[in-house]
């Protein structure tokens, strides 16, 4: 086909994959819920090689997905309809660390670990962590305007974005990656670039901030009586403790599947509702100072196990990271992730089981997630191939003034209910972006944006 001949000569034609038994695995999220088919997988290996390759789409006016680590859980990076998966991961370079200016260019296809090695050899560190770490790549996390673990500190990705280095449907490229702190010359591209999960444009390079590298950090993991108790005691630790970097929330569901699925020991004797689990870091011990905030929560406190070597933290930290694995050994979830005021965060964790039991008979509800940021994941296993439960649960978050996507993006999963959040004029705003930076329509279209 003259297509994949032109893609050929832009990648050279051993980057071009047709082979379905391997373009397979582009063509399926993370969470097996998206399964759909690739004209093409493409590997270019630079923001020149990218450009090429759009351009020569954008002609032949063939849909591109653009494609990271495939660590998203919304169906926004996966091809459903025979488009072209343009894969980012081969943009694998980072630049030296600018160590004055605490700054780093990484290309699309870093991976978060990687990004963190580099930041710490420096002696820096990285304000986003996520579970999927060693997957998840810097283009896709800007494209998701990931949160992560820290944000309640450090913010989303979009607080880290500096400048970005990004190609136009049409092949253009803009860059702009100076990293000045003070730059206030015309529109936020790189604003707007971020989150609009590649739909707008296609990252190719960032220009990152780093944070300070704390050398003391401690974990402490607080079983409480009711999620109502976790929030109030997140809200009583982040007023006390400045050192507080991480606050999630778990229940006792969760916690027996992770525990059983992954063989981990129970982390206290008895059972209770609901467990908070808290990180602080700084560059002298916080352990004293956190201490002595939980002491102050009194008998909200049912027990607590604190940890401060690497191993111990890690192993506090596993029965909230290994949620997700954990809920994937039962089959397909439908992942509504989502946030509210903290206020409204206890009611809202109440009233979801009746809803899923009334949208999916039967189906199998796990929530947890970043308290500190008031969102909840709320994951439905057994919900069926339907989106009853997905229309039940974000009209809820709706009505309780929520988002119906807190760190996951729309991608495909959710366009359906955009208008939920976002006014017929906000919808109308964002499709006259998108006509302007792409005309054609080639970039990610079945993504974000609701059907017209
Ligand atoms: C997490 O925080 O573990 C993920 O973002 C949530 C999920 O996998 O649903
Ligand atoms: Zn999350």
């Not at 929030?231 to 400045?242: G, Y």
């Not at 606050?247 to 059983?260: D, Q, S």
């Not at 908070?276 to 002595?292: G, K, N, S, T, Y």
């Not at 705003?429 to 054609?440: E, G, S, T």
């Amino acid at each position: 086909m003259d297509l994949i001949r032109r893609l050929g000569a832009v990648v050279g034609p051993e980057h071009v994959l047709t082979d379905p038994a391997v373009t397979v695995s582009y063509a399926v999220d993370w969470t097996g819920r998206f399964r759909g088919s690739a004209a093409a997988v493409v590997r270019p290996r630079s923001t020149e090689e990218v450009a090429g390759v759009l351009a020569v789409c954008n002609e032949a006016e063939a849909a591109v997905v653009p494609q990271g680590g495939n660590t998203g859980l919304v169906g926004g990076g996966v091809p459903l309809a025979g488009e072209i998966v343009l894969s980012l991961r081969r943009l694998d370079e980072i630049g030296p660390v600018d160590t004055l200016a605490g700054q780093v260019t990484a290309g699309a296809g870093v991976t978060l670990a990687g990004l963190q090695a580099r930041a710490a050899a420096a002696g820096w560190a990285f304000g986003v962590d996520l579970a999927a770490r060693d997957s998840a790549t810097v283009g896709g996390m800007v494209a998701t305007n990931a949160g992560g673990n820290r944000m309640m500190r450090y913010g989303p990705m979009r607080a880290q974005v500096l400048g970005v280095e990004a190609v136009l449907a049409d092949g253009r490229v803009v860059s702009h990656l100076g990293g000045l702190a003070k730059d206030n010359t015309g529109y936020d591209l790189a604003g707007l670039v971020t989150g609009s999960e590649g739909t707008l444009a296609v990252v190719t390079r960032v220009r990152l901030r780093l944070v300070p590298r704390f050398e003391h950090r401690v974990v402490a993991l607080l079983a409480v009586g009711s999620v109502a108790t976790a929030v109030e005691a997140t809200t009583s630790l982040r007023r006390e403790v400045p050192s507080l970097e991480a606050a999630e929330l778990f229940l006792a569901e969760g916690l027996a599947l992770v525990c059983r699925v992954f063989g981990l020991p129970r982390p206290f004797a008895a059972e209770h509702a609901a467990y908070l689990l808290v990180e602080c870091a700084d560059h002298r011990d916080p352990e004293p100072e956190l201490a002595r905030a939980v002491g102050r929560l009194g008998p909200l406190v049912l027990d607590a196990a604190v940890a401060t070597e690497p191993a111990r933290r890690a192993a506090l930290w596993r029965y909230r990271e290994a949620h997700t694995e954990a809920i994937a050994t039962l089959g397909v979830a439908h992942k509504l992730d989502v946030a509210l005021a903290p206020g409204s965060l206890p009611a809202f964790v109440a009233e979801v089981p009746a809803v899923v039991a009334r949208a999916a008979p039967g189906a199998t509800t796990f929530l947890f997630g970043h308290v500190g940021d008031g969102n909840v994941h709320v994951n439905v296993v057994g919900a069926g191939d339907g989106d009853e439960v997905d229309a039940a649960v974000l009209g809820l978050v709706a009505d309780m003034g929520g988002s119906i996507s807190a760190e996951h993006g729309i991608g495909r999963a959710k366009r359906r209910w955009l208008h939920l959040n976002r006014s017929p004029v906000e919808i109308d705003v964002f499709a006259a972006i998108k006509r302007a930076l792409d005309p054609r329509g080639i970039l990610n279209p079945g993504v974000l944006l609701p059907p017209r």
